[in-house]
């Protein structure tokens, strides 16, 4: 049934020049082919007669798109607009048509996950191009759209503590946040302020303002690496009209910068080496949570099929006992989504309500290829994830349009019934009681239509404050 979402959850690939590298002089052991990419082991492929080594010269991976981000110059070279246009603009679609959207960047320390999510003030990133495409195309919503309203959140997970990046405080310790759960909405962050914007300015001094309250230190892989997650979120609401009937949708956006992959140096101090172990903490559990979730999700799928033989096979011999029956008593795998404040607040994201996009960073030099493949396994395994993505409508006009269905359904059998009208007695009492259904639906559809229409009245005012 929820087969199709799958797509949903996209892996995107793309490779990264890194400076450091080309200047140890590396080799290039990764290859991009359309939508395919390839690592070779050099290891193996360095061996004159390798012939009794059972490992493979060159590995493949296939992912909805792959990006050749290294050379400028390359003709292959895709360049922050590619990739915006490539998925900042279905980004900006679902969010428009009123679903939920995660887009998180995940790689080894310096394999350009910021520079795609954020970018530099010379190449802008997919968060801040999603945003001023957020208000630009506002306009081609006019026809429909009689208000909207954006509110922005930020803040980082570091060393498993919440903390809002656009909040002042006087204290010298940072504070930290708490992760609550509600039994509708989801996992939320208590406390966490959200900004009410209005152009596309306000957006860039806010994330601005974030970035540089970022904590960031110097490894031996980047002088200035990210030591922590961070999500940017953008709640967009739609006033709109929609069969002359005052609605409201809305979306939320999560842009996710997470913290670099990499192994533990024992010349590091004790704070790298607590920053790491946190990071690797949390990153482990994401992994996690995308194979069960993959399992689950291969399980499912699995025993659809399973169902469908069986159903088929029912059909002609009737008497015959299900011999799926046993995989139907199978159950999911539990998932560990609390195991870290990462996948909690991701949790929605992640087999849940929101169509996601996973990209996934590397590094295409040979002193990198553990990490590489530990990257590409990472993603190519988060593909068989199925999410179940659905529009965030307002449930009062949902209510009306199943009691508009549901009297015109009456209608038509009121009317079938008048045509046949076989037997008066029976018909009249038959009639009579389809007759009382019809008034009592559209009773409910004028009260509830009433009640909407001053409550949307009220909030456009709100909403033009």
Request: charged fraction near 25%; aromatic fraction near 8%.
């Amino acid at each position: 049934m929820h087969l199709s979402v799958s797509l949903y959850f996209q892996c995107i690939f793309k490779i990264c020049s890194v400076s450091r590298e080309r200047a140890e002089g590396g080799r290039v052991i990764v290859e991009v082919d359309d939508r395919v990419a390839k690592v070779r082991n050099i290891k193996v492929d360095s061996r004159l007669d390798s012939s009794w080594d059972s490992r493979e010269k060159t590995v493949a991976f296939s992912f909805d798109y792959c990006y050749w981000s290294v050379d400028p110059e390359d003709p292959k070279y895709a360049s922050q607009e590619m990739v915006f246009q490539d998925l900042g603009t279905s980004v900006l679609s679902g969010a428009f048509k009123g679903y939920n959207i995660c887009l998180f960047a995940y790689g080894q320390t310096g394999s350009g996950k910021t520079y795609t999510m954020m970018g530099t003030p010379a190449s802008i990133g997919l968060t801040p191009r999603i945003c001023e495409g957020l208000f630009s195309r506002k306009d081609d919503y006019t026809d429909q759209t009689a208000s909207c309203r954006v509110k922005v959140s930020f803040l980082e997970i570091y060393n498993e503590r919440v903390r809002d990046l656009l909040k002042q405080s006087d204290r010298k310790k940072p504070y930290t946040l708490r992760v609550r759960e509600h039994p509708e909405t989801g996992p939320y962050v208590q406390g966490l302020t959200q900004h009410l914007v209005t152009d596309y300015k306000q957006v860039v001094k806010l994330l601005e303002e974030g970035i540089a309250k970022r904590i960031t230190a110097a490894t031996h892989i980047h002088n200035a690496s990210s030591r922590s997650h961070a999500i940017f979120t953008i709640h967009y609401t739609q006033a709109i009209l929609e069969n002359n009937l005052p609605s409201e949708i809305a979306s939320k956006i999560n842009l996710v910068d997470l913290a670099g992959s990499e192994r533990a140096d024992p010349s590091y101090c004790k704070d790298r080496i607590t920053e790491g172990a946190n990071i690797n903490k949390s990153l482990v559990t994401l992994g996690i949570v995308i194979s069960t979730l993959a399992q689950n999700s291969q399980m499912f799928s699995s025993c659809q099929s399973i169902n469908s033989i069986t159903s088929e096979g029912d059909s002609s011999h009737v008497g015959s006992s299900p011999s799926g029956s046993s995989s139907g008593t199978r159950r999911p795998a539990y998932i560990p989504y609390r195991d870290s404040i990462l996948t909690w607040l991701l949790k929605d994201s992640l087999g849940g309500n929101s169509k996601t996009i996973m990209i996934a960073t590397i590094s295409p030099a040979s002193s990198s290829y553990n990490e590489t493949m530990s990257t590409l396994r990472y993603a190519a395994n988060a593909k068989n994830i199925i999410n179940k993505p659905r529009v965030n409508e307002d449930a009062n006009v949902k209510l009306i349009r199943e009691l508009r269905e549901e009297i015109d359904r009456l209608k038509t059998m009121l009317m079938s019934f008048e045509l046949r009208n076989s037997s008066p007695s029976w018909s009249d009492d038959r009639d009579g009681n389809l007759t009382e259904l019809v008034l009592q639906n559209e009773l409910k559809v004028c009260m509830i239509y009433l009640m909407l229409y001053l409550l949307f009245h009220r909030g456009i005012a709100l909403l033009q404050l």
